[in-house]
């Protein structure tokens, strides 16, 4: 079995997730398995398999990854992403309904993977000044909370989930 793994990453969470996709396709699969590994490209990816990851983008895929998204025909998909907002399997199936729905008919989604992401610094700053103009806004509250728990996310625990969802795809393609 060949694959690519196409990913889109801006703050390099989603990138992470990639290597580990390309390193465990490559562990049960074998060196040489990963036809392409990289950003979106105007070329679609050969290969049986394609792992497309993707940062959350309102929540969505990124323009770059949605304009790839519409290219693929007769593709086997695995898609994985990332979102700064976590903890909630609910909001996590939103975007991945949202990325599958840009996806056209004929694309078959044989897996998909959400986890949280750290988030930049100029996210909090600006959680930060809006606190400062509504201080007692719990919602503000719960937004800087959030941030703080995303930093310590792809964790571990992230990392393994992504393994045994590559490792049970890879077993049934």
Known sequence: MKISVVV??????????????RHVAEERLGAGSCL???APDTRVPDGDLIFVGFWTDKGTCDET????????????????????FGGSEEYFERILHNVAGRIPEGN????TYMCQGRMA????????????????????????????QALEHPDETDLCRLTEAVENVLKEA
């Open 121 to 148: 610094q100029a996210v909090r700053a600006r959680y930060e000044q809006m606190a400062k103009e509504d201080p007692g806004d719990a919602r503000i509250q719960a937004m800087l909370a959030n941030f703080d």
């Open 65 to 84: 990854m949605a304009a790839f998204l519409e290219k693929l025909s007769g593709k086997k998909i695995f898609l994985f992403g990332t979102a700064g």
């Open 36 to 38: 392409y590994y990289g």
């Open 8 to 21: 889109s990453s801006r703050t390099g969470n989603t990138a992470m997730l990639a290597e580990q996709v």
């Open 108 to 111: 078959t989604v044989i897996g």
